[in-house]
T-cell receptor
Framework: SQQGEEDPQALSIQEGENATMNCSYK?????LQWYRQNSGRGLVHLIL?????REKHSGRLRVTLDTSKKSSSLLITASRAADTASYFCATDAKDYKLSFGAGTTVTVRA | ETGVTQSPTHLIKTRGQQVTLRCSSQ?????VSWYQQALGQGPQFIFQYYREEENGRGNFPPRFSGLQFPNYSSELNVNALELDDSALYLC??????????????FGPGTRLTVL
């Protein structure tokens, strides 16, 4: 079973628009990470937010974390065609494994 | 700095056969984790190896086994293949297990098809 659940499952936006996706999880975590995957290939780490942090920025990415609601959001601003990919949240519950959600598929239209 | 590499890229096997997948960890990383990603799903943790010993296992049967070598490269072996084993198998390396960040660096994956 998956720890995290992303919402929506799929998202289609115009180039230049912002894309927002959400992740909910079930158990207490040490940190939460977001990864990107292009066309069923390897995952690329985007950003990590620790359980004692509420917001983090990296370039055009903004991540929020609400541990009371067990949820996180990833915002991609000024989207580009190259942002077309699947995005996964992964939780780290102080053990040795990452637990991934099923992902959000983002399509950026030119 | 060399990233995580996996071989082969693609593999086709038939039910009942055995398969070995290989992974070379990123330079300086002593921990390797394996994940199975079925089509349309997120990766599922199989197991992790640290300094040549299994350091945690997910909900996979014993026919999934692994090895880690002194140079920290790793193998995933699957015996008695089943149709449901068809998936993308991802290897990820990290500097140490349970480190503060636990950021994992993924290889490109091996696509296994079981007929």
């Amino acid at each position: 079973s998956q720890q995290g659940e992303e919402d929506p499952q799929a998202l289609s936006i115009q180039e230049g628009e912002n894309a927002t996706m959400n992740c909910s999880y079930k158990t207490s975590i040490n940190n939460l990470q977001w990864y990107r995957q292009n066309s069923g290939r390897g995952l690329v780490h985007l950003i990590l937010i620790r359980s004692n942090e509420r917001e983090k920025h990296s370039g055009r990415l903004r991540v929020t974390l609400d541990t009371s609601k067990k949820s996180s959001s990833l915002l991609i601003t000024a989207s580009r065609a190259a942002d077309t990919a699947s995005y996964f949240c992964a939780t780290d519950a102080k053990d040795y494994k990452l637990s991934f959600g099923a992902g959000t598929t983002v399509t950026v239209r030119a | 700095e060399t990233g995580v590499t996996q071989s082969p890229t693609h593999l086709i096997k038939t039910r009942g056969q055995q398969v070995t997948l290989r992974c070379s960890s990123q330079s300086g990383h002593n921990t390797v984790s394996w994940y199975q990603q079925a089509l349309g799903q997120g990766p599922q943790f199989i197991f992790q190896y640290y300094r040549e010993e299994e350091n945690g296992r997910g909900n996979f049967p014993p026919r999934f086994s692994g090895l880690q070598f002194p140079n920290y490269s790793s193998e995933l072996n699957v015996n008695a293949l089943e149709l449901d084993d068809s998936a993308l198998y991802l290897c990820a390396s990290s500097p140490a297990p349970g480190s503060l960040n636990n950021e994992q660096f993924f290889g490109p994956g091996t696509r296994l098809t079981v007929l």
